[in-house]
């Protein structure tokens, strides 16, 4: 049997995810997407079978393109939409319902709830609040040199199974 691949989260975070209160996590991708499936803040990426557009909320220019040639693809290490992962530590898994790849700087107010950090986007007034307690949680996380670079990062839908 081939050992599942292994999302790395606190404990907390863990706790959080198996009952049901935590829906996303955001990772870091290691280096940068290949340049040949970007175009500005899109990624493209593919699960082997099907490609996915990953498109900044930011950018109004419009949908990008489909890639005429989606070869050989370009693939999140965590898997793909369907496939069971293990949190670091557990023995529990969850199912990946989802998988995105984004500038961190356009993650959303409701991807900031799904990864716990409220229960509402309604719990951040201002709306501001929210993006500063998003950018508090990963500077404490990942350094806050890591905020400031902006880097892509996996956003990642998860649910207990």
């Not at 499936?37 to 949908?63: C, K, Q, Y």
């Amino acid at each position: 049997m081939n050992a599942l691949p292994e999302i790395e989260t606190a404990e907390h975070v863990a706790n959080g995810i198996l009952a049901g209160l935590i829906t996303r996590a955001i990772k870091p991708m290691t280096g940068e997407p290949p340049t040949k499936f970007l175009s500005g803040d899109v990624a493209a990426i593919t699960d082997g079978e099907r490609w996915a557009l990953s498109i900044s909320r930011l950018d109004h220019r419009g949908p990008a393109a489909w890639p005429a040639d989606p070869k050989p693809g370009f693939l999140c290490r965590y898997g793909k939409v369907g496939d069971r992962v293990r949190l670091s530590g557990r023995e529990q898994v969850v199912e990946i319902t989802a998988i995105r790849l984004d500038r961190l700087h356009t993650i959303t107010l409701g991807e900031i709830c799904q990864i716990g950090l409220a229960r509402s986007i309604y719990d951040f007034v201002p709306v501001t609040d929210g993006l500063r307690v998003f950018r508090e949680y990963w500077s404490h996380q990942y350094g806050s040199a890591s905020w400031e670079a902006n880097p892509w990062v996996w956003s990642i839908g998860v649910k207990p199974v």
